[in-house]
């Protein structure tokens, strides 16, 4: 399919980390102003010659941009430029985690199209590219792209780093949808102190919102006001790890300035709501949907504005209903959920296609990445194949590099619908 663009927008650069986040939650702006926004604010996803953004919509297998801006060099626009006369293929996009980084030059090499990305960054001074995603469903897509000089290299910090600013990035696009489609109003609102001056009655419905609870939600407030302080730029990591991407699961924040200039927090209903099995509850649902794309319990602790045991809890309980016992049996099991929904054509087509996903794997990986999608450990994988447990975790390296994954979790959720002849 075709990468369309559209003329970008020019915006200065931005800075924090911080910065990034408190753009991605700016309720009053349409989408384009919004895109403008989170450019403006991504310097600390700068490689030194600027970031692009891209907002997509999939309809009938056709990516189109509907809006995107830029700031930086020539080299920046060069490659936007440049990436919107190639032919990319997204199908693995409908599935798979909810949010993604790494270098850009690996991605194109996991589709068979290294050359094709060489071509692109050929004479402007462009080696690599990190590429930041996130995804509504299987039909709204935010990337921002950083160029680099230098090959891409995801560090654990900076891989932590990423996972952080994407999730709230899914989360921002999240709420603007809700807020687009339903009109969502703040079910509650707080002064800068955390102090509640407004709670709706639908926060009431069916959570509960006792004192107890409305003072852990005071104390999120509290949380995103110290990181959005002076510890912004004095510890940026900290300030980041104050501000979650949902309060107690279910709310994002943002801001309001009347007109006299006081300031207020509005918390907006935002939880993933992924589609799952009836006998899962909303929250195990929403934990699943990040475990199957990979992501570790802290991270859905930060995606979900949980405690760490909270969400063990959770996926363990999840994990019995459904009579699964591993992360890889798990993810194989949610694709293969996933793939008859009326919205997920695309993710059929693509679970159905995994084959040439495959292409690069010699026979003996193949049947290593299919038996561990299906969640067998690696003792049980030697066992099976004759062969030494250091020889199965070689080929799941060699997996995993082909593949761009990075977990069994993360393996099943992109071969989960194969299976073998």
């Given at each position: ?11 200065p650069p ?10 991605t ?47 930086g ?33 690996e ?11 060489d ?9 690599d ?16 792209v ?25 989360t ?52 995103v ?12 990591e ?8 949902l ?52 991270e ?11 969400v ?13 016992t ?9 694709a ?18 995994r084959?040439?996903?495959?292409a ?35 080929q ?26």
């Open positions: 399919m075709l990468l369309k663009t559209k003329s970008p927008v020019l915006l931005g800075t924090c980390p911080v910065d990034l986040i408190e753009a939650y700016q309720v009053g702006v349409d989408r384009r102003a919004w895109l403008e926004g989170l450019v403006d604010a991504s310097g600390a996803l700068d490689h030194g010659l600027g970031v692009f953004g891209l907002l997509q919509h999939l309809a009938n297998d056709e990516l189109e941009t509907v809006h995107v801006a830029a700031k060099s020539d080299p920046t626009l060069a490659l936007l430029e440049r990436l919107g006369n190639l032919e990319i293929p997204f199908d693995h996009l409908a599935v798979g985690p909810l949010t993604h980084s790494g270098s850009m030059r991605e194109f090499t996991n589709v068979a199209a290294t050359e094709t990305f071509a692109a960054v050929a004479g402007i001074g462009v080696r590219a990190a590429a930041h995603m996130a995804r509504l469903g299987n039909e709204w897509f935010l990337t921002l950083a160029p680099s000089r230098e090959a891409v290299v995801a560090t654990p910090a900076r891989r932590r780093r990423w996972s952080r600013m994407t999730t709230h990035l899914a921002g696009l999240r709420l603007r949808q809700r807020l687009s489609e339903l009109g969502t109003v703040a079910e509650l609102v707080f002064d800068a102190k955390g102090r509640a001056l407004h709670v709706e009655p639908s926060a009431l419905e069916n959570h509960g919102t006792t004192r107890a609870r409305m003072s852990q939600i005071a104390d999120g407030v509290k949380a006001e110290r990181a959005r302080g002076a510890l912004r730029a004095d510890d940026a900290l300030a980041m790890s104050l501000w979650t991407a309060i107690e699961g279910r709310w994002s924040l943002a801001d309001r300035v009347d007109s006299d200039g006081k300031r207020f927090v509005l918390a907006f209903r935002n939880e993933l709501g992924a589609p799952g099995p009836p006998e899962l509850s909303p929250r195990e649902r929403d934990v699943v949907a990040w475990a199957v794309g990979g992501a570790s319990l802290k859905i602790g930060y995606a979900m504005g949980l405690a760490i045991s909270t063990g809890e959770q996926l363990k309980r999840a994990m019995h209903k459904l009579r699964v591993s992360r890889g049996e798990l993810a194989a099991m949610w293969n959920m996933q793939a008859p929904m009326p919205a997920g054509d695309l993710a059929k087509v693509a679970l159905e296609g084959e040439d996903v495959l690069g794997l010699s026979e003996a990986e193949l049947e290593v990445a299919r038996r561990a999608a299906c969640g067998e450990s690696t003792a049980r994988i030697a066992a099976a194949r004759g062969t030494s447990e250091s020889t199965v975790t070689n799941l390296g060699a997996i995993y590099r082909k593949l761009n994954v990075s977990s069994k979790a993360e393996l099943a959720a992109l071969v989960g619908g194969v299976r073998g002849g």
